[in-house]
């Protein structure tokens, strides 16, 4: 599964991003999906996960009521929609598959055995 992220940009404090996950795969909607993020001289951390089945979806707690993840599988995509951004939000951020069904794997980044190259995010005071 090859993932390719975009979306990325440079946006004032409080502005908004959407970021998408287009996948290689026919079979997308057998994956669960995760966006992780990584600020420069920081480590690799979750964002937000959609689950391969049903209505499962989960963020970070410094995330939630700001961003929303959603999918498309007749498009073969995820999207990240980001609102409200702040300047720690900066950073680059990462998709990634996974074919694990459990969805408490998901927030780990280890779940996943696909991962996309990345797109920044910046976000000015």
């Known amino acids: 599964v090859q993932l390719q992220a975009s979306g990325g940009g440079l946006v004032q404090a409080g502005g908004s991003l959407r970021l998408s996950c287009a996948a290689s795969?026919?079979?997308?909607?057998?994956?669960?999906v995760g966006w992780f993020r990584q600020a420069p001289g920081k480590e690799r951390i979750f964002v937000a996960a959609i689950h391969r089945k049903g209505p499962g979806i989960d963020y970070a707690d410094s995330m939630k009521g700001r961003f929303t993840i959603s999918r498309d599988n007749a498009k073969n995509t995820v999207y990240l929609q980001m609102n409200s951004l702040r300047p720690e939000d900066t950073a680059v951020y990462h998709c990634a598959a996974s074919a694990s069904m459990i969805r408490s794997n998901l927030g780990s980044q280890t779940a996943y055995a696909y991962w996309g190259q990345g797109t920044q995010v910046t976000v000015s005071s």
């Open positions: 795969t026919r079979t997308f909607s057998r994956y669960s």
